[in-house]
Nanobody, 118 residues
């Protein structure tokens, strides 16, 4: 069990870049098969897995978002980040960072609302 917290601006203008950071406490990014991921839920829609990053920097993204998504990590700061470029109002959602092991996400941040204005 680890603790995570998302941070970043809650409002982003259309066509700009959405940037969020997840800070890990009571845990750390360490070598292994643990995935550090970003998940979002648009209003009125289901959960959408966006992508993950591993300790070595390997990343995997949802095919629908791959062209616009970049996940990075800073081991020294115990953080990983999300960048989503060219956003539209359809990207408005609650964004979560989470830890995943074999597709089971056992630890989640509280989520942060991001609204993309027209």
């Amino acid at each position: 069990q680890v603790q995570l917290q998302e941070s970043g601006p809650g409002l982003v203008k259309s066509s700009q870049t959405l940037s969020l950071t997840c800070t890990i406490s009571s845990g750390s990014i360490t070598p292994g098969y643990t995935a550090w991921g970003w998940i979002r839920q648009p209003p009125g829609k289901g959960i959408e897995w966006m992508g993950v990053i591993y300790y070595d920097g390997s990343t995997y993204y949802s095919p629908s978002l791959k062209s616009r998504t970049s996940i990075s990590r800073d081991v020294s700061k115990n953080q990983f980040s999300l960048q989503l470029i060219s956003v539209t109002p359809e990207d408005t959602a609650v964004y979560y960072c989470a830890r995943g092991i074999d597709w089971v996400y056992d630890s989640w941040g509280q989520g942060t609302q991001v609204t993309v204005s027209s």
